[in-house]
Each structure stands twice: as C-alpha cells, then as structure tokens.
C-alpha cells in the first residue's frame, strides 16, 4: 500500500514504525503535521494507533486519502471499467488550460487524459473517487513529455509519452494493481490490512494547526529538508490535473524548506549554533541564507505548535536528515533539537542512521539521518 504513488521525499516505513512504537500505544491519537503520501498514517493504522495527517500540498492529501479509503478490490475495478467506457465515449473535450500544456503533453495524450479525468470526477462513491484519481496521477508522467525517471520535473531528452488507447489501457493496468493492494477482510476491503484504526488526512499548514489545545498523544512526522527538495516545481505536472494550479504561488510561500523565499533581512533564532551558520550561508548566497533562516524559523513555529496539540506527558518524535548550503552542514538534527527544547520539550534519545551512498544521492549531499524522540514539558 505504500507504492501506491511515487511520492518524493519518503521515509521508510519501518522508521514510521519505530517512532510510533516508542511514541504511542494501541488506541491513541497521533499526528503528523508533514504527512507526506501518508506513511506514518498507514503504519499507525496497522499498529491500531489513530491517527490525523496534515499537508500543504493537495497531491499528498489526495494519496492519503486514498490510502486511507475504505473500497473492495471488485468494486475498485468495476469503477475503473466503468469510467473508461464513459472516457472512450466522450466527445471532444475542453482541454484543460494550464502554462506550457503543449510543451508537456501532447495532444494524443492530452485528449483521453482529459476525457479519463472528466469521467473519474463523475464518480459519485466518494472513496472509489480518491483512489482512482490517485491512479489517474500516477500515470500523468507516462503520458506526458517529462522524464519519469527523475522526481524533478525536467523534459524527456526523448519523449515517448503514452497516447490515444494506450491512456485507458495503462489507467485499467494501474487499476488492477492498485486493487492487489487491497487486502479482504470478509467481504469489505481497505488498504489497512485487519486493524480497524481511523486515519483522516487534512489539508493545512504545520506552523498554524486547525486542532485545539491538547487534542494528540504524539507526534510522529518526517519534515521537509532545507534546501534539498523544491515540493511545488516537482508537483505542477500533477497540480494542474488537480485542478489545484493557482495553489502553486501560495504553495511556494508557504512550504517549509523552500529555496525560492522572499527577499529582506534574515530572521535570526537566537541560537547562535544556528545564526552563525544563517550568517555565514547568507554572505556566500541571499538566496540560500534567507532559506535557510526562513526553514529553522518555521520549524520553531511548527514545534510552538506540537507542544500545544499534545496533551500533558505526550510525545514529539520526527525523523530528519542533516543537509547542506554553500558546503555549509546545517547541523539540522542537533540544531532541531534545540529549537525542540526551546519550545518545551525534553530530549529522550538521538539515533543516527547512516544512509547509503546511492540513496543520498538524490536527496543532494544527506549522509546522516536522525530519529529524535521527546517528551512534553509542563
Ligand atoms: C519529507 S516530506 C514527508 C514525506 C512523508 N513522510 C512520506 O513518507 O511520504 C515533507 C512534507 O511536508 C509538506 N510540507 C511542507 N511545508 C508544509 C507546511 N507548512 N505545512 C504542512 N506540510 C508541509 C510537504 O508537502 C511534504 O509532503
């Protein structure tokens, strides 16, 4: 259930897993405030934890959703057969306007995207709607003139998009795989194998949470890098057939980690292990001191507000990389916790993880990852 869509930016499951188990107990509520494609939700799910997800970014809250949609396999594919018969039937379709389509996709593939998308939002049983939209996504790419190779967007040095049929026949193969994933549990099926545990994704933003005081046992989360993935560039390819294309200015000023942020004077934590090295990326490049001033500043909005969601004795666990800007290492592990601490919480335990030399790759220059887990204060 987890490959249900290429989201960048992942964390292994089993490190959900383990910061769930020292975190939380059968029963309890989690959140995740940086939920991503969901992958603390499903864990959580499976360990019989509540849980309540959270995300900037339209793509991600639709994936959990679907994962956190209750279907049966049948169901799924009879809706899928279904959509295409209305798609292969559809007349000439408006064509979505959305800048540079043409350089993107086709026309070939522009058309039965177009018809297949229209035919999927018809779709009256609201969980079936999420999980085929979800499939729909994950073909875009396929069908377009970007690589599918890289999470960037970036043009195919030889485009070879999926066109004409090969749209509807690639969805219904897509389709069938998803429903795999299901697991049947007695007639009715989800994508949380037997526990029953709710999980809800919302949309909304981790340094204001729409909860009230006190509402969460833990959170449990894997925040955005600084300076290591650009979210809103890597999405538009999506966000357009989300109809959710205006978000992107918005998204891009709101995302923690962003490089593209605003102009003026760095803000400053405070801490000097932080500032000095503000200070020092700043004289090398505006453009990345002002990120990376904007991600630490953003990250003690986000923990003010963990501290106030948990309940009294709950716990922050989050699992973080350490990157780097102009050959500058943040230190975020370290300088994290300090922001943590700050904010009212204890520190429990660090556990480094060394990652592997061709996974950081892609994740520019990250050769250290931590679990960190605390306790609220007071
Ligand atoms: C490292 S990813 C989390 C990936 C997730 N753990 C998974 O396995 O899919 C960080 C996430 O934070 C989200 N994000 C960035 N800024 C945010 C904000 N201000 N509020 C909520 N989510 C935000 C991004 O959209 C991205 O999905």
């Keep these: 259930m987890h490959g249900l869509f290429r989201y960048p930016a992942k964390y292994l499951p089993q490190i959900a897993r383990a910061l769930l188990e020292v975190s939380a107990r059968p029963g309890d509520l989690v959140l995740d405030p940086f939920m991503g494609s969901a992958t603390t939700l499903v864990e959580a799910a499976d360990l019989d934890i509540r849980s309540v997800g959270l995300d900037l970014n339209p793509l991600a809250v639709l994936v959990a959703r679907a994962k956190a949609a209750r279907v049966s396999p049948a169901a799924l594919i009879e809706a899928g057969s279904q959509a295409i018969v209305r798609a292969r039937s559809g007349g000439d379709p408006a064509l979505p306007e959305f800048r540079n389509r043409d350089y993107w996709f086709p026309k070939?593939?522009?058309?039965?995207?177009?018809?297949?998308?229209?035919?999927?939002?018809?779709?009256?049983?609201?969980?079936?709607?999420?999980?085929?939209?979800?499939?729909?996504?994950?073909?875009?790419?396929?069908?377009?003139?970007?690589?599918?190779?890289?999470?960037?967007?970036?043009?195919?040095?030889?485009?070879?998009?999926?066109?004409?049929?090969?749209?509807?026949?690639?969805?219904?193969?897509?389709?069938?795989?998803?429903?795999?994933?299901?697991?049947?549990?007695?007639?009715?099926?989800?994508?949380?194998?037997?526990?029953?545990?709710?999980?809800?994704?919302?949309?909304?933003?981790?340094?204001?949470?729409?909860?009230?005081?006190?509402?969460?046992?833990?959170?449990?989360?894997?925040?955005?890098?600084?300076?290591?993935?650009?979210?809103?560039?890597?999405?538009?390819?999506?966000?357009?057939?989300?109809?959710?294309?205006?978000?992107?200015?918005?998204?891009?000023?709101?995302?923690?980690g962003n490089q593209r942020r605003l102009v003026g004077k760095p803000p400053l934590s405070g801490l000097p292990n932080i500032d000095d090295r503000v200070v020092e990326i700043f004289g090398k490049s505006a453009r990345d001191g002002l990120a990376v001033a904007h991600f630490f500043a953003d990250m003690d909005r986000c923990f003010t507000e963990c501290r106030r969601v948990l309940k009294p004795g709950g716990k922050l666990a989050f699992y973080v990389g350490d990157s780097q800007a102009r050959w500058v290492l943040l230190s975020a592990p370290g300088n994290l916790a300090a922001l943590a601490e700050r904010a009212g919480f204890k520190l429990l335990a660090r556990v480094p993880r060394e990652v592997p030399s061709k996974a950081s790759s892609s994740i520019r220059q990250i050769h250290v990852e931590e679990a960190l887990v605390f306790d609220r204060t007071g």
């Design 108 to 256: 070939t593939s522009l058309v039965p995207l177009t018809r297949l998308r229209q035919a999927l939002v018809s779709e009256s049983d609201s969980d079936l709607r999420v999980v085929l939209l979800t499939v729909f996504l994950s073909n875009v790419k396929a069908c377009s003139n970007a690589s599918t190779y890289h999470y960037k967007l970036t043009r195919s040095r030889v485009p070879d998009p999926v066109t004409g049929p090969g749209v509807f026949e690639l969805f219904e193969k897509r389709v069938r795989k998803a429903a795999a994933r299901f697991h049947s549990d007695g007639g009715s099926a989800s994508f949380f194998p037997g526990r029953r545990a709710s999980a809800q994704a919302v949309f909304g933003d981790a340094r204001a949470l729409p909860f009230s005081d006190g509402t969460f046992d833990a959170v449990v989360t894997h925040p955005p890098y600084s300076i290591s993935f650009d979210f809103v560039r890597s999405f538009k390819l999506y966000l357009w057939w989300l109809d959710a294309e205006g978000d992107t200015v918005a998204l891009d000023r709101a995302m923690v």
